[in-house]
């Protein structure tokens, strides 16, 4: 199919599909599913649930990354919440406390605190202005001092990207 491995998107895999990609090379990103809101409760249960996450399935060598919270699911304030901040760095070290052998993204796609790959989740394909944002992005990698100064033109493009969100073109 042209592909050789999956995120399956807020859920914990079955250890028959861990199994099988094991035996077949096909390499998972391992996720749970997010709490509705934030609460202390649903920081207690999500911390939970990663341990019993990485206890089974510690030893499945096709999972090569953890990832606890998907596009501030369960963290909407992360942007401006320092508690919420904190939780999304919290989870990132925590899961590295339990599994030092891979990576962990804090928050895939969207706000990251702490985060091995830099992911970002972009749901605008196909606009004018799609192939200038990705190389305003690809020059802000490209050294530290591009990064540190890439603020406003990031800022920019995502300014361009919430005024479609407001004013979609259907």
């Excluded at 911390?47 to 699911?73: K, M």
């Excluded at 904190?86 to 702490?114: C, P, Q």
């Amino acid at each position: 199919m042209g592909f050789n491995g999956c995120r399956k998107h807020q859920k914990v895999e079955d250890p028959l599909f861990l199994y099988w990609a094991d035996k077949l090379g096909f390499l998972v990103w391992g996720e749970c599913a997010a709490a509705p809101s934030f609460s202390e409760d649903a920081v207690a249960r999500l911390t939970n649930e990663w341990i019993e996450i990485i206890n089974r399935d510690y030893n499945h060598p096709c999972i090569v990354t953890w990832v606890p919270l998907n596009e501030s699911w369960g963290v909407p304030l992360i942007c401006n919440n320092e508690q919420q901040k904190h939780h999304s760095a919290a989870m990132y070290h925590f899961i590295h406390s339990l599994d030092t052998t891979r990576l962990v993204i804090s928050n895939d796609g969207w706000e990251l605190t702490k985060t091995d790959i830099c992911a970002i989740h972009n749901y605008n394909h196909g606009q004018k202005y799609e192939y200038e944002k990705y190389d305003e992005f690809r020059n802000a990698l490209l050294n530290k001092e591009n990064l540190l100064n890439s603020d406003q033109r990031v800022e920019e493009s995502i300014q361009k990207d919430l005024t479609m969100v407001a004013n979609p073109f259907y």
